[in-house]
């Protein structure tokens, strides 16, 4: 089972509008509502792939029940830590006439020390029955940087597997811990190592510092020019043919649906990266975020180059 962690749920509402106006009245031609954060958007490709997979973090109220009910469809089981206050919404409106996007973020609700070691013990009975557990997105307010860094050591003690893919002081603590894998974007592998990141060598030296350090896995998004990975096993860099690309928002969390898979299914890490990065380019195929399509996935997968280096 994958066991995925999202502490800042949302609901994610899409409207489609017509030439929006600051300061008056916007029709809205259609919207759309989905369950959000990126630990779901990791959830629902995982699924899709046929993963069990069970989706955990906090809910409230009846914006967190629906988010519950819609996981359902996805065959997602919900096993959140409940809290009196309402779950946040987040808000992208989309400008046909304009093409440009604007978003609304709620902040949602602040948790304290006491919710957060409710979840704790809860979290510690969900981890025993996983194989893998992927950690992603930000925290709400009342959460330090230690949150996840306290999350990866349960899953770490109970000598499971452990993704987190966060930013920011939560990634810079949470590394301490040790997880399984990360994957790091150029800004963030900076803000890591303190190297200037300017070409592929520094970039694989700053990857082999944080794998020295303690992380097995150290995987790098490289944007169109695709990814790296370090590990034990060597360096590897894969590269992906040029698609369609529909919608590139949440193609990262599915690359992490790909690599929790990997982890699961016991393959090494060029199986692994070759995987991940085919989901992901195929859920840029898509409208919807965090889906794919099986067969843009097994179309795409025999096109990906893996070169170690």
Not at 59 to 77: C, M, Q, S, T
Not at 128 to 157: C, F, H, N, W
Request: aromatic residues 6%; glycine residues 10%.
């Amino acid at each position: 089972m994958i066991l995925t962690v999202t502490l800042n749920a949302a609901i994610d509402k899409r409207y489609v509008v017509e030439n929006f106006q600051v300061g008056e009245v916007n029709r809205v031609k259609e919207c759309s509502y989905v369950p959000g954060g990126k630990g779901l958007n990791v959830s629902k490709p995982a699924s899709i792939y046929g993963a069990e997979v069970v989706a955990t973090g906090f809910v409230g109220g009846h914006a967190g029940n629906y988010i519950e009910d819609a996981l359902k469809p996805f065959g997602i089981k919900s096993e959140f830590y409940h809290v009196d206050a309402e779950s946040r919404s987040c808000i992208n409106i989309w400008d046909e006439t304009n093409h440009v996007q604007t978003e609304f973020l709620e902040p949602g609700f602040t948790l304290t020390e006491k919710d957060f070691e409710g979840f704790e013990e809860k979290f510690r009975t969900l981890v025993a029955d996983a194989e893998v557990v992927a950690m992603s997105g930000s925290v709400p307010k009342g959460l330090d940087g230690t949150a996840y860094q306290r999350l990866v050591k349960i899953v770490k003690d109970a000598g499971k597997k452990v993704i987190l893919d966060t930013s920011g002081k939560l990634l810079e603590m949470g590394i301490q811990a040790a997880p399984t894998l990360i994957k790091p974007n150029i800004d963030e592998i900076r803000m890591l190592t303190g190297k200037n990141c300017d070409d592929i060598n520094d970039i694989i030296e700053a990857a082999k510092e944080i794998h020295r350090n303690g992380v097995e896995i150290v995987a790098v998004s490289l944007g169109a020019d695709g990814s790296l990975a370090v590990s034990d096993e060597g360096i590897f860099r894969a590269e992906v043919p040029k698609i369609d690309a529909v919608n590139t928002v949440g193609c990262g969390d599915s690359m992490i649906a790909g690599f929790a898979i990997g982890l699961k299914e016991g393959l090494s890490l060029p199986e692994t990266l070759k995987k991940a990065s085919a989901i992901s380019a195929a859920a840029a195929m898509r409208e919807e975020t965090g889906f794919f399509c099986m067969e843009d996935m097994e179309k795409i997968l025999p096109q990906i180059k893996i070169m170690k280096l």
